[in-house]
């Protein structure tokens, strides 16, 4: 995947280059630990290393230097539904482009597999609108909601959105 560079801003020092690619086996543990951060501050579902592992190959990651500054992954349900999961940027990385670099990856990702739909769950609806995501219903993902949404502690109070992106209609 193509070497993409961090945006800074005026007067900023050079940043280093973030890298997104495929993530490896050596990456699970910090995978774990960025996406399990997350999940205490109620923000995604953890995630084990077993069930990383086992996934690998839908991950993406974004690195510099060997760190695991970001992360996201697709799930897939049936061959027509995919979801965008566990997308993940380090607290002290947010805000420089890092999650729309890993969503700009994995659609491509998902366009070179042949997937002719994406949808999230999400609290940030306007991060995935940039992106062509539609608001949706959840009741178009009763597979998500068997998956996921049955282990939630919010299940009965969820405040997420049901996005869309349908990548056969650009």
Not at 42 to 58: A, C, E, H
Not at 70 to 97: D, F, H, K, M, P
Not at 126 to 155: I, M, N, S, Y
């Amino acid at each position: 995947m193509e070497k993409i560079e961090r945006e800074g801003g005026a007067g900023a020092v050079a940043p280093a280059p973030v890298t997104i690619r495929r993530a490896a086996p050596g990456d699970v543990q910090g995978i774990v630990v960025l996406v399990n951060h997350h999940a205490r501050l109620g923000q995604l579902l953890p995630r084990s290393l077993r069930s990383i592992n086992s996934t690998i190959d839908d991950w993406l990651v974004a690195v510099v230097g060997g760190e695991i500054l970001g992360c996201v992954s697709l799930l897939r349900y049936t061959s027509g539904l995919v979801e965008v999961r566990s997308l993940a940027v380090g607290e002290n990385r947010q805000g420089l482009g890092i999650g729309s670099k890993l969503m700009q990856e994995l659609i491509i990702v998902a366009r070179k597999r042949n997937i002719p739909k994406l949808f999230a769950l999400t609290r940030v609806v306007g991060f995935f609108e940039r992106f062509g995501f539609k608001v949706t219903d959840k009741a178009f993902f009763p597979e998500k909601v068997w998956h996921d949404c049955q282990q939630c502690p919010l299940r009965d109070n969820c405040d997420e959105t049901a996005v869309v992106l349908d990548l056969l209609a650009e």
